[in-house]
Structure formats: structure tokens, C-alpha cells
């Protein structure tokens, strides 16, 4: 139930209604993915305040990533989605698989932090493209190095979640079933890829920055309006040349949690 709005306050009337909607939605009055009154419901509800007044609450709202508009249907809560886990103990899972034979592997390293994962659905492109300046430079290659970059967007339940840039030197692979991303996903990923042409990975370095997803992210992966993405840089490594490197795994902040462990040795010697 709404609070009334006090005119003679400080707090300028859009916050003070933003503030009560706020409270309403967290207390499940309206539920996750459902949809709020009406601007003009709203605008009777709390005392006549003009249209503006509730667009300018709600836009706040929405810019804290709690409410979400569509065109031409109204307002809505923005819907609960599971957060899903990533850890980097999934690197060395990964190598561990490369000493199995491959019809034991798992198809993803996802497995190894939730198997549910396996009900995920895989869109999957591959091209040829050259490598531009900052590839090149990620490679230590010439600009216009032949790279083949897989884009691959993985659905979970019938929902888009993330979406991964991945790219691989192209004469590595040449005459190999890596080239060929109908056989995606491939078991034991990358490292397993990898393995095929003799390439050992020795180290893995994962870079994260958080901003804002382009236009074509937005549409492609649902992502609600005020939502950041991580996009993750992966960069795997033999020796000190990187082998395969992800620019970017792109994925919405609001469906996962990345769980990162270092193991530390005790600096002082044995007594």
C-alpha cells in the first residue's frame, strides 16, 4: 500500500515516490517480472502528483536497475535471474581433463562449477578475420595475421546468458576438426583443442572490467535497462605466448558471480 506524499518536505516528490515504490517492490508487493500500475494509476495513488513526476520516479527506478519499461505494455519489476557461479579452480579442472580420453571428458569447463550447465543450448560462428592492431599486440603477431574467432552465445533454460569472442591463431589449426564449430562443444574444451595440435596451456590470466553493454548486447543477451555487463579478458598461455585468447566473454552482472582462490605459502620457514 502506498505512503502519502508530503508537498512541504525537502525531498523532491519523483524521490519521495520512487522511494515508496522502492520499498513496495522490495517488500513483494509487486512481484519479479510482473507489472506495475499504470502512470496514470500511479499518478492517482499518490495524491494527484503530475504524470511527469511519477515518469521521473520511475526513471530513477529504472536506472537503478529495479524496474524496466516496454514500449507500448507499461512498467514492469525486473525479474529475478539465477546467478550462476564461475570459479577459477575451472582452469586447472579443465588441464586435468586433457589426460583423459576424450570420450570421458566433460563437453564444457561450465561443468565444473554447476551441472546444470548441461542443459545449455550453444549459437556458434566461426570466420576467418585479421588480426588488428590490438590482437596483433595480444599475439605478438603482425597486423592482418589470419585469426579464426568463434563467437559463441550460450542459452540456459531457453535464455541467453553469455556470450564469448574466443580467438585461435589460424595456421595452428590448419586440416583440424577445431575449425569446424559444428563440433562445438568440444570435449574437454579449449585445452583439450589445444592439446590436438601438441600445445600444453600453462597459465591462464583473466582480466575483468564492468560498463555498459552495447546496443547489440543488449538485444542479444535480453539484458534489462541500467544492467552493467563483465566482460572478461582471458588470455591462455604456453610458456610466455598466448595460445587462445577471449576478447571478450561478455557477460550481464546481474546472472553471475565470479569466485576467484589463490592459494598462499606461509613465508616463514619450518621450524
Keep these: 500500500m502506498s505512503q502519502p506524499i508530503d508537498r512541504r518536505a ?4 519523483y524521490k519521495q515516490l520512487a522511494d515508496d515504490l522502492r520499498r513496495r517492490i522490495l517488500a513483494g508487493e509487486f512481484p519479479h517480472g510482473g507489472p506495475l500500475p499504470s502512470e496514470a494509476q500511479l499518478s492517482l495513488e499518490y495524491d494527484a502528483v503530475s ?18 519499461s516496454q514500449h507500448g505494455r507499461g512498467w514492469y519489476v525486473r525479474r529475478h535471474r539465477e546467478v550462476r557461479r564461475m570459479a577459477s579452480t575451472r582452469y586447472q579442472a579443465e588441464l586435468d581433463q586433457v589426460a583423459r580420453a576424450a570420450e570421458t571428458r566433460d563437453s564444457t569447463p561450465f561443468h565444473y562449477d554447476h551441472r546444470d550447465f548441461e542443459r545449455f543450448t550453444l549459437d556458434k560462428r566461426g570466420e576467418d578475420v585479421p588480426a588488428d592492431a590490438e590482437l596483433a ?6 597486423e ?3 585469426l579464426f574467432r568463434r563467437t559463441f552465445t550460450f542459452h540456459f533454460d531457453g535464455e541467453p546468458h ?7 591463431l589460424r595456421d595452428m589449426f590448419d586440416g583440424t576438426a577445431v575449425l569446424d ?7 574437454g574444451g579449449t585445452m583439450a583443442q589445444l592439446d590436438l595440435v601438441g600445445v600444453r596451456v600453462t597459465a591462464v590470466d583473466e582480466i575483468v572490467n564492468a560498463r555498459m553493454p552495447t546496443p ?3 538485444r542479444a543477451l535480453q539484458i534489462d535497462d541500467g544492467v552493467p ?3 572478461v579478458r582471458r588470455l591462455m598461455y604456453a610458456g610466455e605466448r598466448v595460445v587462445e585468447a577471449c576478447v571478450d566473454i561478455v557477460i550481464p552482472a546481474d546472472r553471475v558471480s565470479l569466485h576467484y582462490r589463490t592459494e598462499l605459502s606461509d613465508p616463514r620457514p619450518p621450524a
Excluded: H, I
Design 10 to 13: 525537502d525531498r523532491p516528490v
Design 51 to 68: 504524470r511527469t513526476m511519477v515518469r521521473q520516479g520511475l526513471t530513477l527506478l529504472k536506472n537503478e536497475g529495479l524496474v524496466s
Design 137 to 142: 599486440e595480444v599475439f605478438d603477431v603482425p
Design 144 to 146: 592482418g595475421t589470419v
Design 162 to 168: 553469455r556470450r564469448s569472442y574466443s580467438y585461435l
Design 181 to 187: 564449430v559444428a563440433n562445438e562443444p568440444w570435449p
Design 216 to 218: 547489440e548486447e543488449s
Design 229 to 231: 555487463v563483465l566482460a
